[in-house]
């Protein structure tokens, strides 16, 4: 098999494999859209700043967004 051959079987292999994915998903991304639907008519609240929050507050969020963002120096927007 040339280079060329490969590279055309390797691309049909990936289309394949993300057709997959994409039937295997359908359902739920349109529960995610209809849900996505559903809550667009609810207004977004403003988050209180984070100096209403305590030390041991502010600390406890800085601690679970390096977790989450797997991070020492995780920043808040």
Do not use: C, K
């Not at 060329?4 to 994409?22: E, G, H, K, W």
């Not at 667009?40 to 601690?63: C, K, N, Y």
């Amino acid at each position: 098999m040339d280079v060329s051959a490969y590279m055309i079987a390797a691309a049909v292999a990936q289309m394949a494999r993300d057709d997959a994915a994409t039937a295997t998903f359908a359902a739920l991304d349109a529960r995610n859209q209809a849900a996505l639907e559903q809550a667009g008519g609810v207004p977004e609240t403003d988050l209180p700043s984070s100096d209403a929050l305590t030390t041991d507050e502010q600390a406890l969020v800085h601690r679970v967004l390096n977790s989450a963002l797997g991070s020492e120096t995780a920043s808040v927007a």
